[in-house]
Every structure is written in structure tokens, then in C-alpha cells.
């Protein structure tokens, strides 16, 4: 996602501006820090680290971004106690994503990270660095080879793709956390009664969008609900994807727009599924496709997505990352 970064980067600057935001009920399941919703200190995560409802067996929260950009990071409490994490966002969400794991009680049984961009590996790549007493048990990732690393090997405001993804890696690589690297998708992880499977992994034969369609897809699902995390994945890592065995576990309850709804996947590859309500790790300026014009005058495809989306699929329970912390019980 990094090339909207460079797009946007004095949306960032004037990301102070605070619009009301109201508490909405989505359908019963689903509460929203209430009142200051795009405020992002740590003071507004949700206190209640209890039980899920309705005999779910995990909550899941999704996380805003403090840096008002692009970034996933979400955070699942098992009944158990057990605690996972996907992706996390950037370095400067560490602490955010470090408050919550504290509440929750200092370790992480299985942190999953999609794919080596820095707003989603920044976070773990700054808790692996300095833990400050987070406990991580088990890491789990699909490894870029050093091909596909140097393929995003420019730099874009200051910084370079490859070389965050190899500093990453050697963090990882110089860490005593355990780390399983998927090579193949199929693998079930379970904590408690709630499941992670893998769904997709590195795809080295794909040489466009190359870190992106090599995206991690996830589906995690308990008796009672389901969801399916499809990381930044481009067009061809999700024909791939809708291609392979694993096609009919991307129906779900909670689905993740792919590269933050902005030309992800795109429309063809929802059409083929059965979901009720989407997950948005997104940015207003990106959910608005707004740098600055006005409303949908950007360059980015989420309006459209959105509108598709109500329009087309019937789909209007929408979580986004910028009106603040998103629980789903
Ligand atoms: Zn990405």
C-alpha cells in the first residue's frame, strides 16, 4: 500500500481534523468505542477484555491507525485467554497495539503476519526489536524469497520497501520467537475453539504487484461466526486463490477488503462470494477517495467498491478503520 502513502502524505500532516462520530448498531454484535471515535489514545480501547456473546468462542477487535494511513491490525481474545494478532500496522502503532496486549495480559500466542509491507510487519518488526514485556509464543508468515524482496527494491518518502522487508526478516530471523513459514496454504491453527486456517501463501511465479499478491489470506471462524482476511491480495493472487481448493472457505460472516478496498481484488472476486458484512482497514481520506478535492475525486477505487458493494451484493455492514476501534463478540 505504500503507493498511496506517497499520494497522501500531507493528508497525514493534516490529520488532526476530529468529526463527530456516533455509536452505530450494525446488528447486535458489534460495539464501537462510543463518543471520540477517531481518537486513537489508548485511553478509548474498549476496557472490557471479558467473554465473548452468544456463546462465540473469541472476540476480535480491529484497531485504527494513529498515523491516519493505510495499516491492518487486529487483535482476537480467545475464550481460553489465549490472544492473537494479524499484522499489527506500523512502527508508530506499536504502541497502541502494545497497550491492548498488556489489557490482555502480556503474551501472544500467535501473532500472523500477511506479507513484509511496513503497515502491517512495522508494529511486530518494533515489539520484536524492544518487548517491553510482551511475550510472543508463535509467529506465523509465508517468506518472500530475496527475488521477490528486490523487486519492490525503490524507495518512496524515504523509505525502501526492500530494504524493510530484509531488515524485517533479520529481526525475525535473530529472534528466539517461534516461526513457522508457510509454503504451502492449508494449514489449521487452532487456539481454543476457534480455528485459523491458511488459505494462501507467497506466490513467487506472480511478478506484478509482487508483495501484495503474495499477501497471507486467512479464514478464522468459531461455531457461531466467521471471518476472511485477504491481507493487501491484488487481482492475480485472488484469481489464484478463488482458483484453488480453498475457494469455499472464503464464504464467510466478516469479510476484509483486499488492499484496503482500493484495487485490491476487485468486484469480480466478491461476486463470487457470500459475505454479510465487510471489515475496512482504511483511512477516511481513502474511504472517501478525498486527497483533498472533495468527496470521490481521487484516484483510489473504494467508492466504487463501496457502492458495489451496497448496490450489487446487498452489503451495507461496513467496519472501518478510521471511525475508530471496531469489537466484533
Ligand atoms: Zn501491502
Known sequence: ????IVNNIFLILLAGLIIPFSCSNHGGNLRLSTGEGHDTTISNLPSDT???????????????????????????????????????GWGA????????LVALGDTVDAWFVSHPHEDHMGALNAVLEDPEGIRIKHIYYSRLTDDQIQAENHTISGQNNADSAFEYYHTLDTSSVLKTNFR?????????QTHFKILSVSNPEIITNVYNNSSMAIRVWDDKKSFVFL???????GDKLLNSP???????????????GNHGVGSSFYRRLKFSACLWPTPEWLWNNNVGGGYNTGPYSTVLLRNFLRDT?????????????SEIR
Open 93 to 100: 502503532d506499536a504502541k497502541l497495539i502494545r497497550d491492548k
Open 50 to 88: 471479558g467473554e465473548s456473546q452468544n456463546g462465540s468462542d473469541f472476540i476480535l477487535w480491529q484497531l485504527p491507525c494513529v498515523i491516519k494511513n493505510v495499516h491492518m491490525s487486529y487483535v482476537f481474545k480467545i475464550n481460553n485467554g489465549q490472544v492473537a494478532v494479524l499484522d499489527g
Open 313 to 325: 451484493m446487498g452489503v451495507t455492514r461496513n467496519y472501518v478503520q478510521w471511525q475508530g476501534v
Open 231 to 237: 491481507g493487501d491480495l491484488g487481482i492475480e493472487g
Open 184 to 192: 504451502q496454504p492449508g494449514a489449521i491453527i487452532t487456539l481454543g
Open 1 to 4: 500500500m505504500i503507493k498511496v
Open 246 to 260: 480453498y475457494k469455499d472457505d472464503l464464504n464467510c460472516d466478516y469479510l476484509q477488503m483486499a488492499h484496503h
